[in-house]
């Protein structure tokens, strides 16, 4: 006995970098497992459609006129224990926040009590803000990854989970032996793969190549390697860090080739930041099908720079959205995509102004772009683009049921197209906005009581 459900109303999604798809009157059916087995363009009337064809279909979700169904958020890059202080500590360049702020925070992870909540609180805050997929690192204490994991798994959202590597260069208070670092990670990783759940994917996670020891590093390229896992860090974010970056690796090349060195860039690597590149280290990620997480809200707040994002994707290189939770002030990919909206019109104007020593021609981002990034770009990024990303018949029902009713965050007017609704969303909407949101067919957030 088949039991599918059908979303019926406006759908949109991306198709690629360059096409936005906006159907109107569409009809989207997942099974029960929350699979799409089926996506029709421009139905006019769906009791005439569903007479017509039998898809087995046990509920049936019509859209209003106000509303739209988009995939849901890939955040690329967030710290999940740095949510306690975040829009906290906004006065200080990395590594002076990192020594500030971020090291005592984390430090409290130690407690799994502590832990519990914290991740409780920061894993409910990203679904509502309709994050349905995040990257997270958490802190270099085992038992607490394990909690995060636990609670990731209840909540129902789909992750990368990282717990953080650090053996050199930190706090006395927050620092792992090598044998300890490697030790916890591999069973960090056995963790996370004994849920068998298709939503959680371990990932190695040295916090970046200061903290980290050769040796350290070559153990988790190795771990990386045996278990056919990602490896997420940070790269090129500030000028200092770079500097101390290099100093403590004078054989490698440049900061890239430190993690190309010790065999942490693979396709499935992907590096946060990545503002502060030479071309050979650009065409090195693109020669090793690296990804990049832009977080240009963190960029901004720790003043570590404006990323160029537009010279990653001449490149061919898959780029996602991070928020950086807490670099980044804001839990939102609505707020990334206007970070990056932002910092894109600053590159626009440093071209123009002569700032850059370069052409005075650059292409800004324009919306329909900022949106793949938060979606299907977000999804590449973490090898997941035949999971999730758009609405493909065969991936998973990753989506926002996105209202925008009056008395919420957007206006909508009558002369208003859906493309205008849906780019009004982009730059005005926010959680409010968010009747339902769905990872793999299951609601795991929303205003609405249910569905
Ligand atoms: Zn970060």
Redesign the pocket.
Known sequence: MTSNTVFYGTLIHSLSLAELEVINNGVLIINDKGIIIHLERNVPDLNAFLLKHDFGITKIHRLNPHQFLAPGFVDT?A?APQYVFSGLGMDLPLLDWLNTYTFPAESSFKSVEYAEKAYTKVVSRFLRNGTTTCSW?ATIHLNACQSLTDIIERLGQRAFIGKVNMDQNSPDYYVETTEGSLRDTRLFIDYVNSKKSSLLTPVITPRFAISCTSELMLGLGKLAKEYDVPVQS?LCENHDEIEFTCSLFPDSANYTAIYDDHNLLTDKSYM?HCVHMKDDEVDMLAAKSVGVSHCANSNFSIHSGVCDVRRFLKKGIKVGLGT?VA?GFSPSVLDSIRSSFMASKTMKIMHRDGMTGGSKEYEPLVPSELFYLATLGGAKVLGLEDTIGNFAVGKSLDALWVDLAEGGPVDIFENDTNTQMFEKFLFLGNDQSLLHVFVQGRRVAGTATSI
């Open positions: 890059h710290h690192f940070h946060a950086d670099g």
